[in-house]
């Protein structure tokens, strides 16, 4: 009977020591096969340095069962995607943006090669051997050519024609000066011009939330991608939100952008999606990872459709919901003159504009549009887009502008 028992109980120990190692065994294979399928082409079974254990950056790693249990709450909606953690580029090596400071000096060369710059035109005027009634009126109509709007170009040639005559000033370098003070006195150094990315005091815990909005077209995806550049380069952490669901591929456009700096993107890639929230999953996500800034890119709307305009009120609202919104820049493309400023009169009309983002000033060399449009919005321009390039985007700034168009 003894010996039964102990046939019987080896037996048993023999069984469960092949069940404990097939089990292992298979366990092993999963964990490999996802490795395997995690790696990027290009990687090897032992690249990147791993030991063979442990995924590479940017792989998709099992989340440890140790890990903090996410309580219903936290959990997205569920049409959003969350970006991966951490964020980490998955592509080329993360880029380093450019510093900020002095990118203004690229306007000055880019419309030194433009024959119809606004400044060379005047300073051409200003410099004839007499300056009569026609000549002012020249000049008048060069700055409204310029898009300076009809109030400021009466107003500089006035305050202009009024101190060369009083002071009888003839030399082309002091009639010169004279014009970039009476330039700068309309584009109004006195504007507070300070972009606020700062946590709001008044909402501890949560990042500051910059909304980004304007007509489709006008630049405000590659807007939201260079402000996040520029943020970074200021050692800010930032979350990207693509509230512009409208097209599914503004949010891959945006995801590029961010993926390249290490900006994590919360989407949603269902087109069409509440971009309300979208915007509110992006806040709480940057709330979460302790950000300092979130961007929120919303869709080009058509100024003349009531529902969308309404929509944008509604982002703004529910963002608000959780915390004060920042800021909200409203993209311009500089190209479009008039137009520009009939968009912008109905957007603040919508959402609390709080600062312009005057893109495509590179292409023009009509710069009067930068007063137009704060006179006729009375917010300052911000930032401006000089480029395509991925840094081409610089704080506004008063005299560098009036100095780049009289250069
Ligand atoms: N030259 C120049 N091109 C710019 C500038 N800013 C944006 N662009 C270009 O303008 C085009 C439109 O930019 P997007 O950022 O896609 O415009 P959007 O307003 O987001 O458009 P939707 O996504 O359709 O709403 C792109 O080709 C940009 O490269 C700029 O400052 N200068």
Do not use: C, Y
Not at 242 to 261: I, K
């Amino acid at each position: 009977m003894e010996t039964l028992d102990l046939i019987i109980g080896a037996v048993v120990l023999v069984g469960l020591l092949t069940a404990g190692l097939a089990v292992g065994l298979v366990r092993r294979g999963r964990d490999t096969a996802r490795r395997t399928l995690g790696r990027r082409p290009g990687q090897d079974a032992g690249g990147s340095g791993d030991d063979g254990h442990l995924p590479g950056v940017g792989d998709d790693a099992e989340v440890p069962r140790d890990s903090a249990t996410r309580t219903i709450d936290t959990l997205p909606a569920p049409d959003l995607e969350l970006p991966e953690e951490p964020a980490e580029p998955t592509g080329p090596a993360r880029e380093r943006p450019e510093p900020v400071a002095g990118r203004l000096v690229r306007l000055r060369e880019r419309l030194a090669r433009s024959n119809t710059a606004l400044g060379r035109g005047l300073l051409a005027l200003l410099s004839r051997d007499t300056i009569d009634e026609a000549t002012w009126e020249e000049v008048e109509d060069t700055l409204l050519l310029a898009d300076l709007g009809v109030g400021p170009a009466t107003e500089l040639v006035d305050r202009l024609r009024l101190r060369v005559r009083t002071l009888g000033e003839r030399d082309p370098q002091r009639v010169r000066a004279l014009l970039r003070e009476e330039l700068l006195a309309v584009v109004d150094p006195s504007m507070d011009r300070t972009l606020n990315t700062s946590r709001p005091a008044d909402s501890p815990g949560h990042p500051a939330v910059v909304m980004v909005v304007g007509v489709n077209g006008t630049g405000k995806t590659t807007t939201v991608g260079k402000l996040a550049r520029v943020l970074v380069a200021e050692n800010k952490d930032v979350v990207l939100g693509a509230a512009d669901t409208f097209r599914a591929a503004a949010a891959d456009q945006l995801a590029t952008w961010g993926e390249r700096v290490g900006v994590p993107t919360v989407r949603s890639d269902r087109e069409g999606a509440d971009p309300a929230s979208v915007a509110f999953e992006a806040v709480k996500v940057g709330t979460e990872s302790e950000a300092d800034v979130v961007l929120v890119d919303t869709a080009g709307r058509l100024q003349n459709k009531a529902g969308l305009m309404d929509e944008l009120g509604k982002v703004k609202r529910v963002i608000e919901r959780t915390t004060p919104v920042s800021e909200v820049l409203l993209v311009l493309d500089a190209t479009t003159g008039q137009n520009g400023l009939k968009q912008a009169a109905v957007f603040s009309q919508v959402v609390d504009v709080t600062g312009i983002v005057l893109t495509k000033l590179d292409g023009t060399a009509k710069g009067g549009i930068v007063v137009a449009v704060q006179r006729e919005l009375g917010v300052p321009v911000k930032l401006v887009g000089l480029g395509e390039g991925p840094d081409d985007l610089a704080p506004f700034d008063a005299e560098a502008f009036v100095d780049a168009i009289l250069a």
